[in-house]
């Protein structure tokens, strides 16, 4: 692979360059071709690039942005007066092309809003789309989105949805057809508000998307689809739902394990081998969701990333700067609009 | 507690007569005051009463239903054309006041259009919702509606949900003020779509309701809302997605303990502590979505359960029968319709 950059907003998330920094270190290791420009505000970052030696790394640069955009930030008062923050420097880098992709744990809708303005949406696409990747019991990955970028969807953006997704799934995962599903309250075909049964039927009539019908968020980990489209409302409450369900039953395993002096002895033997199994369901092994649909990469880390989880962030706009993503997505755009021409003229 | 009847259509779910007599001959043996109408076909209800003790029981009576609905019936087409499924012959009697509740484990739809053409709703409100106790990691319950029987929702649903819940909550919890909050993408005022931001002004304006502000999809079960209001897509997610991570938690802890035979040896003698303290997350014992908002008591079983989460549905009837819940939710509409007018005339 070529040498490539990622611009960080190292100000974003609830623990700013303390995290982006050091997991900047660590991906600059993994990765011999990475380059990373760091964006934030020189006063604070200066004296943490010695702390993390970062300082005089051949593959850092440091670029200042003297403002910083909080998680309770209006986003649309942040686009009118925010010039110079952090993740709008990082997000101009990727459209000047200074840098491949650009990496923030910042507020979701201020990225989502900056990214739009800055890089400007693919041909045929209004908004862009958050879509993570969430572990499955098969082993693989489930890609689920929207998860809140775009609140309220119509028929045509969940369309664009699932086909943006099928095509991201196809690259990072390899697959070379990845079944695509309709998130709804029941698999029977008569589920559903109207936009989702429009939208069934589209999907089930065009050739570049295998869709396999609807699924019910149940089954959203058994693997059974490789993508699960759904508005961003939606998305939102099943990513959190998994998330909080997660924790209540790690508290109550944790519980049963402090129970007793014999349940504690035996949790100690029996815990390595229970982490070592749920390890690949834990969150920080899924953050990095990507916003697709734009003319260049921009991954969000969660707000609360540890530096492992932040690496993981990285490591998913890598993976996306390595598949070219834009552009396939693009490229695929164009069949399917050209698709749809020919049937309107038959 | 006086004498009560419950009209049990035994012909709905997955296994249909084979759950809910079983079930009904244990909820007999809990209630000594319980009386059961099993209503169903003759043909195959007949044999199956001896077989499980109920043929002349003195507290069973039988009414013959000669249709049965489906899980795949369309509910409008049910309500046109099966005057005589056991489903329906089951809500009649408690509209005729032959019973003081009917349970059912059939097709949400048609159940959710049955009762509501049936019993007719309370003054006030326009659709009855679905509603359900699910464990929290408090040790208690929150109530999440609507979990499916409404899927778009306007302002004045919401509220009323609202409403309902927390008086349903009040009662059968014992509970003074639950706390009430609306699910949605953040917690802070700005999130959300006008629908939601709307109904949580009038929330936080009517005395009625002890409203505490937006909640996320990963605190559902932290115990802070007693009440989560949402509409029936997003509680239909919400509910199934808490479902299927708990199925995948299950078989990943299953999988560590079958690992090796040195975990399995551990697993054995760790198991039954494990399942000693996750046993009030299971499903059978929430089993019992209530249909609030109708001038009589309907609880709807999941079409899967077994005998003794089916139990747990005649259970959640048995408590509503016993707080009288449709007059208790009466009595606060009209209050809180009564606070309206005083605020429109000042």
Excluded at 155 to 180: I, W, Y
Excluded at 184 to 203: F, W
Aim: proline share 4%; net charge negative.
């Amino acid at each position: 692979m070529r040498n490539f950059t990622i611009a960080l907003d190292a100000m974003g998330g609830d623990f700013g360059p303390h995290i982006s920094l050091p997991a900047s270190s660590k991906s600059l290791l993994l990765h011999p071709n990475l380059y990373i420009t760091i964006v934030g505000d020189k006063q604070i970052i200066s004296p943490l690039l010695s702390q993390y030696q970062l300082l005089e790394h051949p593959r850092i640069k440091f670029m200042h942005a003297p403002e910083t955009i909080s998680m309770e930030d209006d986003p649309v008062s942040v686009l009118r007066h925010r010039s110079q923050s952090s993740m709008l420097v990082a997000l101009q880098l990727v459209a000047s092309g200074g840098a491949d992709a650009c990496v923030s744990a910042g507020n979701t809708g201020a990225l989502m809003l900056l990214a739009k303005h800055t890089l400007k949406t693919l041909e045929g696409i209004s908004r862009p789309a958050l879509v993570s990747a969430l572990p499955n019991n098969r082993g693989g990955h489930s890609y689920l989105m929207d998860l809140g970028a775009n609140l309220q969807c119509g028929c045509d953006t969940l369309f664009n949805f699932a086909l943006m997704g099928s095509v991201l799934c196809e690259k990072v995962e390899q697959l070379s057809s990845p079944s695509v599903s309709l998130l709804n309250v029941g698999r029977e075909t008569n589920k559903g508000n109207d936009t989702i049964k429009h939208c069934a039927n589209l999907l089930a009539n065009t050739e570049y998307i295998n869709y396999i019908g609807y699924i019910e968020a149940n089954e959203l980990f058994d693997g059974r689809a490789d993508v699960v489209v759904t508005d961003g409302f939606s998305g939102n409450i099943a990513l959190k739902s998994y998330e909080g369900m997660g924790r209540v039953f790690l508290a109550q395993l944790q519980k049963a394990m402090d129970a007793t002096w014999y349940s504690r002895f035996l949790g100690k033997l029996l815990n390595p081998i229970i982490k070592n199994q749920l390890k690949h369901l834990h969150p920080d092994l899924y953050n990095g969701a990507s916003l697709i649909g734009l003319r260049g990469i921009v991954v969000k880390s969660h707000g609360s990333a540890n530096v492992e989880a932040f690496t993981y962030a990285i490591e998913q706009a890598i993976k996306e700067i390595q598949w070219q993503i834009p552009a396939c997505i693009s490229a695929r755009l164009e069949s399917v609009l050209a698709e749809r021409d020919c049937l309107s003229h038959e």
